[in-house]
């Protein structure tokens, strides 16, 4: 195995959910030290006690950090944007309330769902890739939303996207809008899946019949390599072609980083505090309750 692919001089890390946890970013990046760029895998807000100070970290060291949108960036960003109701469960009061939010978030909405640098090997997602999709079809896919996102209807998209729920497979969107929802559900909150393309939005599989995502994955399509968030319960995977960053630093478990410009890739983590001994409220915000609103 080579040792040395490209190899930026000081390293570029990915890092998983941070979830507002931002004194643990801290501590995992001085564990770290020096860089050149981080990845980092989505969900970077939502449920920890510092979602504030961490966007606004991100917004600062944009020209540092490549990102990807999780499920719960999607929710603040509809949040701010005005679209569901507020939730007592959510920890994003103080940076809606901020003076620069609307900075922050125009920014946001502007990032990618999927991304490579096209140098190093990997591909970063904050939850999943259908198996169907080769690599190319995947930016593409990924590329559809953040037009939409980005674009000058954006507020008609985000509406619109939580207005039923996700086609559970590509065969059954019979509209742009269900296509957007798939897309979005697949590369924001997808798990479960079943070989012949069937999605679970569920936290468990329904049954047996269901395999994670990057299983079936790798059965299907000979290439792809990639860093996911997402999936706490599923916590660290480290294999050849997957690094599974979400080590639950959340719910008091790990933050996690991986160095992945050079082969194999290496991890730093730091233990993180229990959240639960914080009074911060605790939550159960998935954006699918969004519609219900
Ligand atoms: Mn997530």
New binding site residues.
Partial sequence: MSNDFVDTPNGTYAIG?VQGCFSALEQLLSQVGSYDFLWLA??LLNRGPQSHATLAWAYAQQNGIRLVL???DLYAISRWAGIGKAKKSDTLAALLSDRRADDYFHWLRQQPLFYSDGKLPWNLV??AVDAEWSLADAAGHAEEVQRALSGKNWKRFLRGLWESEAPRRWADCRSEADAQRFRVAVLT?ARWVREDGLYSWTNEAPDTSYLPWHERYFAQQPAGKFVC??WATQGLLVQERLLALDSGCVWGRQLSAARIDRDPATIVQIQCNDLSTIPVPSISVELETIRHA
């Fill in positions: 959910d989505g969900d999780g499920n719960h904050h939850a909150r968030g997402h």
